[in-house]
């Protein structure tokens, strides 16, 4: 993993140097949706409904009921709102959220490349924004890149073969020319804290119960984070109690805390910092970044946090 400041400076992560097999996997969305799916369709103990679309979720006692528009509806002790960023399961729980816009977008698209990428991610600190380089299989990457609005805006309406001229260039040519993929896509980036991760008998996970700036690429690491540690206190939960037992909840609520607020503080404080215009704020980043790659022991400290 390789990244550039914006006056110079470069950063280099290397699997090799900390002794690890990879720094990171990346998967295609579609491909984790399918499989996800896959698994689910394939669960003796699960009921999956679908198409359906929720009409309202209301407690009812100890449990929630879940009224869907067909007219029919599900009750249970415990519901998993796992419905993204703007989730409607965290409005009809009543849970507030603080949403703050970046007034920027993600611009996303795939290209095949010339050069082979060799494994490597790549990102630019720019002063138009944030470009990575993501490499996938064979000589294709995905980029996405975070813009000031007015930018995402033009680069989404740019011909593809313009857009991949332009993305190329902005990468330094680092891979020859590219080629596009797929069309380009924007998608509006803020920073969200909810006032709860969980009620009684309800828990957020995922986009619903936190949304970080995309630049650390750790936004689905911390719903699987979510995911993970609420099915191990349900499973562990003692005899005689329901699945949303409101011990359960805050045990749940405590243990994903510090994780999504030291993700939210770093994703948030590096946007803002590279965001300040100046030569002064320019030097000192580019200065952080050199200094940081030349502390092996620092790197590997932030190498063993990132592979958890
Ligand atoms: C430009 C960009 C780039 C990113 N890059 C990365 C990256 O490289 N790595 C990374 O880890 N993360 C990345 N992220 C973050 C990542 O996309 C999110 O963290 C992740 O998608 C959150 O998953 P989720 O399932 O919680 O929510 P979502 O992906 O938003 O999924 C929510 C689902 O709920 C469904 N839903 C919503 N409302 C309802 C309803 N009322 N009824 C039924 N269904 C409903 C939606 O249809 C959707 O399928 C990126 C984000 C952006 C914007």
């Known amino acids: 993993m390789e ?55 209301a407690r009812e006692g100890k449990r929630w009921r879940l009224a869907l528009a067909d007219g029919s509806a599900v009750t249970a002790s415990l519901v998993v709102g796992a419905d993204g960023r703007d989730s409607w399961v965290r409005g009809e729980a009543g849970i507030g959220a603080k949403l703050e816009p970046y007034g920027q977008s993600g611009v996303v698209a795939n290209f095949a490349t010339e050069r082979a990428h060799e494994a490597t991610a790549c990102q630019w600190f720019r002063e138009d924004g944030i470009l990575a380089y993501l490499p996938l299989p064979g000589n294709r990457i995905s980029i996405v890149w975070s813009a000031p609005q007015a930018l995402a805006d033009e680069l989404v309406a740019l011909a593809p073969a313009a857009l991949a001229e332009r993305v190329a260039a902005a990468g330094h040519g680092r891979l020859g020319r590219l080629e596009p993929i797929t069309p380009a896509a924007a998608f509006p980036l803020a920073v969200m804290e909810v006032e709860r991760l969980a009620v009684d008998g309800l828990a957020l996970a995922g986009d619903a ?22 099915a191990a206190l349900v499973r562990g939960r003692e005899i005689f109690r329901a699945p949303g037992d409101a011990t359960v909840m805050r045990r749940y609520e405590r243990a994903r805390r510090e994780d999504i607020l030291a993700m939210r503080l770093v994703t948030h404080g590096l946007q803002r910092l590279f965001s300040l215009p100046g030569r002064v704020p320019a030097a000192v980043r580019n200065l952080g970044l050199n200094f940081t790659d030349g502390l092996g022991v620092v790197k590997n400290l932030l190498i063993r946090q990132a592979l958890g």
């Open 209 to 230: 119960a936190h949304a970080v700036h995309p630049l650390a690429g750790q936004g689905v690491n911390l719903g699987f984070g979510d995911a993970r540690v609420l």
């Open 3 to 57: 990244i550039f400041g914006d006056g110079g400076a470069r950063l280099e992560f290397s699997a090799y140097d900390a002794g690890a097999g990879e720094l990171a996997h990346i998967v295609e969305a579609g491909a984790m949706q399918r499989a996800l799916w896959q698994v689910l369709a394939t669960q003796a103990n699960v009921v999956l409904r679908s198409p359906a679309a929720c009409a309202s979720l």
